[in-house]
Structures are given as C-alpha cells and as structure tokens.
C-alpha cells in the first residue's frame, strides 16, 4: 500500500511508488519545476493548465535542484491541484542516481 499522505518520496520510493500506482491505474508524473530534465526519466514541465487536465487523483512529483524549493511550495501546489497528490521529490534533482532508473 503507497501512503500518499506524505510531502517527499526518495528516487527509490518514487520508482517504487510508480510502478505500484500505475498498476493500480493512477497516473504518476515527475514534475520538472526549473526547466532542467533529469537525463533518462520521463519528466513533465510544470504547467498548471495542462496538468489541471491530468486524471483526478494524479500523482505530481515536483522536483527542483536539491528538493528545498518544491517542499516548500507543497502548499502552493496542493491549492493549485487539489484534485490531485503533490509530493515533493526528497534531494531534488542533485541526489537522482541515474544506477537507480526504472
């Protein structure tokens, strides 16, 4: 069982979480707030119109360089979708380890 109750998911609870969700048909999305994709995972630019579109009960991963940036707007971006999981992505875009992927 994935606790969506949570600010921040680890790279490893995030692969994991996502692989569990999506079986479930809960879409999860990695959410690029600074306009730097991290090499080799499926990422989204944050955009609040498209994203409002996105299933109700998605999941946004946001992500910024070292992870501080998008935990402290969690409350920000859980006003904006609140039809939908924000979680912030824990270390942000500096701790993903690309040994780690899908």
């Known amino acids: 069982m994935v606790d969506l109750n949570v600010d921040e998911w680890t790279q490893k609870e995030y692969l994991t979480n996502k692989k569990l969700l999506e079986a479930q048909g809960i879409k999860v999305m990695l959410v690029d707030t600074i306009l730097n994709s991290i090499e ?9 119109p498209l994203m409002k579109q996105e299933p109700v009960g998605s999941v946004f991963v946001f992500y910024c360089d070292s992870g501080k940036g998008t935990h402290t707007r969690l409350k920000e971006f859980r006003s904006k979708f609140p039809d939908h999981v924000c979680i ?13 992927q899908q």
Not at 40 to 48: L, M, N, R
């Open 88 to 100: 912030s992505l824990k270390g942000g875009r500096g701790y993903w380890r690309k040994n780690l």
């Open 40 to 48: 080799g995972a499926d990422t989204i630019t944050y955009s609040p």
